[in-house]
């Protein structure tokens, strides 16, 4: 039996970044990668969220970005300053290295997202 949703309206769709390299981070053995940690997380917040538009996005932090906050991000992590993959949802950290859903659950839900899923 599903519940009745309320639909709240969203100024705008949440964006989601998932930031990462190739190569493992050293201290995320035995762990996904980054680029599955964001195929992952794709998926399970379409059907958490379903008919509830987002956008995610994986950036290689290998790579040069044209946004410089995204830029700064890539180097923040590069010196150390966070593991990755990072999970960053409006700008604000909400994972690294083993991402809780969890906690990108209550974030999204903190922007108007409504699951529609127990």
């Known amino acids: ?16 970044n998932v930031y990462g390299a190739e190569v493992l ?3 995320c053995v ?7 940690t964001y195929e992952w997380l794709e998926a399970a ?3 958490k969220y379903e008919g509830q538009a987002f956008h995610i996005t994986y950036i290689d932090i290998h790579q040069p970005q044209e ?14 300053e966070f593991f990755y993959p990072l999970v960053v949802i409006e700008g604000e950290v ?5 991402p809780r859903l969890k906690k990108i659950y209550e974030v999204m ?9 127990s």
């Open 45 to 47: 917040l379409s059907r």
């Open 25 to 27: 981070c050293p201290s």
């Open 109 to 117: 839900e903190k922007h108007g997202y409504i699951s529609v899923i």
């Open 67 to 80: 946004n410089q906050e995204k830029q700064e991000m890539a180097d923040k992590i590069l010196a150390d």
């Open 1 to 16: 039996m599903k519940k009745n949703r309320l639909w709240v309206k969203r100024v705008k769709n949440v964006e989601i």
């Open 30 to 36: 035995n762990l996904p990668s980054a680029k599955e």
């Open 94 to 98: 909400v994972g690294e290295g083993s």
